[in-house]
């Protein structure tokens, strides 16, 4: 059976590659997209509660690398400032599909996000690309160019479908997030195969979880939400953030703790603000002056109430009238209250994690096309490679970019 000839081929449907796919074809090359799943870009329509966050407007292009995670963050600075945050949303804007800004720049449909998908997958037609889906890659081999032939070397592909040969092959096919809809190590396996580096994956943009008997006071508050400032890290490696905290049975979740886990180290603590912005010492020595409620009572105009009752109901010197209240005891609370610290016992894993950290080593790939140093004609974009941004419209943005640099390479 002969092989199907193509220029480019372009591994993983997801948002990086069917946005590389629509692009390299409409530069006027011969495009191939596979995937393996059957269905269309999961990843997106499930992204954002189902409206999809395609970017963030709060990106600074002129230093983006504020925004990501990685070994070398500056890697990403160079795509991110030649296709910004405000390209995309032209192209949303030019689809029709009507969005909204949420929260800290980020960007939502209106709508259901099956319409970021649409919009690609008629980018992918307007650019001529054709399209197997589902479609595994068994293996993926390089020839060199035979001497005295002209050209270089070809790839070799066999797929499901049947052989395929061509120039260029780009590898757009994720990380190892959220297994249930398809995620695989392909990527890793394939950059391996070449002779790159990969920095050790770990799940990023997840939630943490808390083992043992300290832990067994907070696991009823499950549910409860409120924002905190929380911070992780000593010296220049500290990081925090201000979002909202969310209470679960296993551990805790919500904005902020999403985006310090990508931050976070095994066996490091975590300090958290319960009040941020109030001093706490100040408020409940006020209260001791002038009030005669339970210190569970006073502290709910500070905290949410189920906070309050579960620290409270822990020290026996706290069930008390506030005015009784040793101030030591006050202190000691309004110091916890600000500076809690707690040390996870681990996250939630790949099942749960939004992204996959780490990746293909950025030092193995040029900055300005995502080609390999190495490795002529071998590209890796979007979250297979060691890039990995906050929380917020931030890695759909990565996706976007290293598929137009990438894109505009090939």
């Given amino acids: 059976m002969s092989a199907a000839s193509f220029d480019v081929v372009v591994i993983g449907a997801g948002a990086a590659g069917l946005f590389c796919a629509a692009q390299a074809g409409q530069r006027g090359l011969k495009v191939l997209l596979v995937d393996h799943s059957e269905r269309i870009g999961e990843k997106i329509r499930i992204s954002g509660g189902g409206r999809c ?36 949303i032209a192209l949303v804007d030019r689809h029709g599909i009507a969005h909204h800004e949420k929260h800290k720049g980020q960007l939502f449909c ?109 696991a009823g508050l499950a549910g409860l939400a409120l924002p905190v400032q929380i911070e992780t890290g000593a010296k220049k490696e500290r990081m925090a953030f201000h979002e909202d905290l969310l209470f679960t049975h296993r ?10 886990s990508s931050y976070w180290k095994e066996g490091t603590p975590l300090t958290i603000d319960f009040a941020p912005g109030i001093d706490v010492a100040e408020a409940l020595g006020d209260a001791k002056a002038r009030s005669r409620k339970r210190i569970a009572n006073e502290l709910a105009t500070l905290v949410p109430s189920r906070l309050a009752d579960a620290w409270v109901g822990e020290d026996a010197a706290l069930q008390r009238p506030i005015n009784e209240a040793a101030d030591r005891a006050l202190n000691a609370l309004a110091e916890r209250i600000a500076r ?20 293909v080593d950025t030092r193995e790939l040029s900055s300005q096309t995502m080609e390999s140093k190495q490795q002529p004609g071998l590209y890796f974009i979007g979250e297979v490679v060691d890039v990995t941004g906050w929380l917020g419209g931030y890695n759909f943005q990565w996706a976007w970019a290293s598929a137009h640099a990438c894109a505009q390479a090939l």
């Fill in 53 to 88: 966050n395609f970017t963030n407007r709060d990106l600074d292009p002129r230093a983006p690398q504020k925004h990501f995670v990685g070994e070398n963050p500056n890697f990403c600075r160079s795509a991110l400032s030649r296709y910004t945050p405000q390209q995309f």
């Fill in 110 to 218: 209106d709508g259901p996000s099956q319409q970021i998908i649409d919009l690609l997958l008629a980018e992918c037609a307007a650019g001529g690309v054709t399209h197997w889906q589902p479609c595994s890659v068994r293996s993926l081999a390089f020839s060199d160019a035979s001497e005295g032939e002209a050209g270089a070397g070809r790839y070799q592909i066999d797929s499901s479908r049947g052989p395929v040969e061509a120039a260029r092959v780009v590898i757009a096919t994720g990380g190892l997030s959220i297994p249930q809809l398809g995620a695989s190590d392909f990527g890793y396996r394939i950059a391996r195969q070449f002779g790159l580096n990969v920095v050790a994956p770990r799940p990023a943009l997840v939630p943490l979880t808390f083992a043992g008997e300290g832990w067994a006071p907070y």
């Fill in 251 to 260: 551990g805790l979740s919500g904005p902020a703790v999403l985006q310090i």
């Fill in 340 to 359: 809690w610290q707690i040390t996870p016992a681990g996250t939630e894993g790949y099942k749960k994690a939004e992204v996959t950290a780490g990746g």
